[in-house]
């Protein structure tokens, strides 16, 4: 089974800066990595997939790079909304399954 | 508008059942993959299960396999997962999601439902 790490787990950022999350998979999932925010009682959004692609209706100020292991998220210029927690997933092996990150929150400094 | 709504939630024993649906409106059903993903109280997401858009391949994690059992019905629009033998580690909140695939394969979640709480406890 693929393990997928988040650093850091908590990051916390002033709004109207800049918030860089990483997350790393234990093997290559080649560009089959995924994003997603959820706030408190809420389903999780896809946010990012293919590594880079930005979802329907998502804002410029998100953006996802890598690929292999290693993958950033980046939300430049955070706004109030942008305060959450946020999980990367990768879907490149079956089986066993597609597999989640543990999450990163990114709260208000 | 793509929707999805979960129902059949509860609190359940140790060793009992509850059926979960989740009924799909605003998108074709049958033209997508569907799945289940779990999140306990205060943890991570976890996927459980995935079928085919025609039902022809079911995939289930290896801590669900033998006693959960997704199902789908197109006609209905409606997704279903069986869940038997519930654990106490199967408390969670249960969401339905759509893949952007026909195929039964690892694939992103392009939307949610709200979520259903199953409660396993005596």
Known sequence: ?109 | EVQLVESGGGLVKPGGSLRLSCAASGFTLSAFSMNWVRQAPGRGLEWVSSISSGSSYMYSADSVKGRFTISRDNAKNSLYLQMNSLRAEDTAVYYCARADVAAAIPYYFDYWGQGTLVTVSS
């Not at chain 1, 990012?48 to 979802?55: H, K, L, N, Q, V």
């Not at chain 1, 953006?63 to 305060?83: A, C």
């Open chain 1, 1 to 109: 089974e693929i393990v997928m790490t988040q650093s850091p787990a908590t990051l916390s950022v002033s709004p109207g800066e800049r918030a860089t999350l990483s997350c790393r998979a234990s093997q290559s999932v080649s560009s089959n990595l995924a994003w997603y925010q959820q706030k408190p009682g809420q389903a999780p959004r896809l946010l990012i997939y293919g590594a880079s692609t930005r979802a329907t209706g998502i804002p410029a100020r998100f953006s996802g790079s890598g690929s292999g292991t290693e993958f950033t998220l980046t939300i430049n210029s955070l706004q109030s909304e942008d305060f959450a927690v946020y999980y990367c997933q990768q879907y490149n092996n079956w089986p066993p399954g597609t597999t989640f990150g543990p999450g990163a929150k990114v709260d208000i400094k």
